[in-house]
């Protein structure tokens, strides 16, 4: 599985910006998508994450920093996720990364952990400021 992420830039305190991460190669088996964020001389957190099964559907989960402003959607036809960045502060500003697994849902406790995750894209920088 290879992943691209697009769609990075320089954004108003305030503004908006959608980010995409295109999934290619083995995309049938992948149950989960995340996307993580690394700003200068912090650590790498968790932003949001989409799982899914044939039996359970799909779910998504937010770190408490982002609920309620950013929204994370996959479009199947396009093998594609998205990440709806709203009301974006100077604090958001980061590289963001998409990752994504294979195999059974990652559980719940562990959909935040980087190490859920197999795949990882390139990253693409989100800057906030005015």
């Known amino acids: 599985v290879q992943l691209q992420a697009s769609g990075g830039g320089l954004v108003q305190p305030g503004g908006s910006l959608r980010v995409s991460c295109a999934a290619s190669?083995?995309?049938?088996?992948?149950?989960?998508m995340g996307w993580f964020r690394q700003a200068p001389a912090k650590e790498r957190e968790f932003v949001a994450a989409?799982?899914?099964?044939?039996?359970?559907?799909?779910?998504?989960y937010y770190a408490d920093s982002v609920r309620g402003r950013f929204g994370i959607s996959r479009d199947n036809a396009k093998n594609t996720m998205y990440l709806q960045m709203n009301s974006l502060k100077p604090e958001d500003t980061a590289v963001y990364y998409c990752?994504?697994?294979?195999?059974?849902?990652?559980?719940?406790?562990?959909?935040?952990?980087?190490?859920?995750?197999?795949?990882w894209g390139q990253g693409t920088l989100v800057t906030v400021s005015s």
């Open positions: 990752a994504a697994r294979r195999g059974l849902p990652p559980a719940r406790d562990s959909i935040g952990k980087s190490r859920t995750y197999e795949y």
């Open positions: 190669g083995r995309t049938f088996s992948i149950s989960g």
């Open positions: 989409i799982s899914w099964s044939n039996w359970s559907g799909s779910s998504t």
